[in-house]
């Protein structure tokens, strides 16, 4: 079992930065890829970011690209998401998520553990 608790979610103005934290318990971070996803009101829950294992590949959504940067530090087991440039439309609750089959996925249902989320609110 994989514990995972999301923070750093807050309130900005558009073009600040915020950097948001997931804190996995439960298991050795370095035994499972890790996620970041989003879901704002009246939407489905989307892929933001993914991390591998190792920390050594990433992969990013077209519309967060070169604006956020995905990381871990599996000594300290916690994944980070830096969230720059941010744009009223990255409103959303985010989530983390890890899984122990794939070595690194898109795909939220290759995802088996979830945290319980983090708002972040942009304002214009």
């Known amino acids: 079992q994989v514990q995972l608790v999301e923070s750093g979610g807050g309130l900005v103005q558009a073009g600040e930065s915020l950097r948001l934290s997931c804190a996995a318990s439960?298991?050795?971070?370095?035994?499972?890829?890790m996620g970041w996803f989003r879901q704002a009101p009246g939407k489905e829950r989307e892929f933001v970011a993914a991390?591998?294992?190792?920390?050594?590949?990433?992969y990013y959504a077209d519309s967060v690209k070169d604006r956020f940067t995905i990381s871990r530090d599996n000594a300290k087991n916690t994944m980070y998401l830096q969230m720059n440039s941010l744009k009223p439309e990255d409103t959303a609750v985010y989530y983390c998520a890890a899984n122990t089959a794939w070595e690194i996925t898109k795909r939220s249902y290759n995802y088996d553990y979830w945290g319980q989320g983090t708002q972040v609110t942009v304002s214009s």
């Open positions: 439960g298991r050795a971070s370095g035994n499972y890829a």
């Open positions: 991390i591998s294992r190792s920390g050594g590949t990433t």
